[in-house]
C-alpha cells in the first residue's frame, strides 16, 4: 500500500540558511500533520492542513510555513535556520472517518543545522 | 486537556517471552482513539495498534494485542512471543474522536530491549 513520501531523506544546512522539507500524503488522504521529533523527545505538533487548508497550528516556530498544494502534496519552509531545528521532521496524514482516523507517519526527514 | 503517561521509561525481555508496556490516560471525553506507535532505531513511526473507545473488544495484531480498560482509563500493549526485531521505543497516543482534526497526544516513550 502507498505511504507518505517524505523528502529530502536528510539534509544538511549551515545556521540562518532556508530549508524546505516536502511531502506526499497517501493517495485520498485529506488531512496533512507536521511533526518536529528533537532526540529523546516524543514528536511535537507543528501544523496541520485539512483539504488544502490550514486547520491547525501547534508550536510552529514564526520562520517556519507551510501550506498544502492543489495536488495535495505540502510542503515545510524553515528559514533563519538555528541549531536547535537540528531534528528529526515528520510529514503524516490521515483520512477523515477512515481507519478511526489514524494518522500514518512517512520515514521522516532528518535535518542537521551546523 | 488530555494527557498520556507512560510510567516505564524503559523495559527489558527475554528473546520469545512476554511483555507488557503500560499506558494511562486522562480525558472527560467519551469518544476517541488510542495508539501503539512502535519506533525503531531507524526512527522511523510505525503503527503497531489502534483501539476505538467505544468498542468493548480488545484489538489484536497478530503478536500484538492490548488491554483497554476504558473505566480505569488504561490502555496497556502486550508483545508475545518477543523478537529482536520488535526493540524500539513504543509510544502510546491517543486522539479525539470528537474533532477531526485534533493532533495525537503522546505518551514520553517506553524503550523496549530484547534480550537475546
Known amino acids: 500500500a502507498a505511504g507518505v513520501i517524505q523528502s529530502p531523506r536528510h539534509l544538511i544546512k549551515e545556521k540562518r540558511e532556508t530549508a524546505t522539507l516536502k511531502c506526499y500524503p497517501i493517495?485520498?488522504?485529506?488531512?496533512v500533520y507536521w511533526y518536529q521529533q528533537g532526540p529523546g523527545q516524543d514528536p511535537q505538533f507543528l501544523i496541520s492542513?485539512?483539504?488544502?487548508?490550514?486547520?491547525d497550528k501547534g508550536s510552529i516556530p514564526d520562520r517556519f510555513s507551510a501550506q498544502q498544494f492543489s495536488d495535495y502534496h505540502s510542503e515545510l519552509n524553515m528559514s533563519s535556520l538555528e541549531l536547535g531545528d537540528s531534528a528529526l521532521y515528520f510529514c503524516?496524514?490521515?483520512?477523515?472517518?477512515?481507519?478511526?482516523?489514524?494518522?500514518?507517519f512517512g520515514e521522516g526527514s532528518w535535518l542537521t543545522v551546523v | 486537556a488530555q494527557t498520556v503517561t507512560q510510567s516505564q521509561p524503559e523495559m527489558s525481555v527475554q528473546e520469545a517471552e512476554t511483555v507488557t508496556l503500560s499506558c494511562t490516560y486522562d480525558?472527560?471525553?467519551?469518544?476517541?482513539?488510542l495508539f501503539w506507535y512502535k519506533q525503531p532505531p531507524s526512527r522511523q513511526m510505525i503503527l503497531v495498534i489502534r483501539?476505538?473507545?467505544?468498542k468493548q473488544q480488545n484489538a489484536t495484531e497478530n503478536r500484538f494485542s492490548v488491554n483497554f480498560q476504558k473505566a480505569a482509563k488504561s490502555f496497556s500493549l502486550k508483545i508475545s512471543d518477543s523478537q529482536l526485531g520488535d526493540a524500539a521505543m513504543y509510544f502510546c497516543?491517543?486522539?479525539?474522536?470528537?474533532?477531526?482534526?485534533?493532533?495525537?497526544?503522546w505518551g514520553a516513550g517506553t524503550k523496549l530491549i530484547i534480550k537475546p
Open positions: 493517495p485520498r488522504h485529506d488531512t
Open positions: 483501539q476505538e473507545a467505544y
Open positions: 503524516a496524514s490521515s483520512l477523515t472517518g477512515g481507519n478511526g482516523n489514524t494518522i500514518y
Open positions: 497516543a491517543y486522539r479525539s474522536a470528537e474533532d477531526s482534526n485534533y493532533q495525537l497526544i
Open positions: 492542513f485539512y483539504e488544502k487548508m490550514q486547520s
Open positions: 480525558t472527560s471525553e467519551s469518544d476517541y482513539y
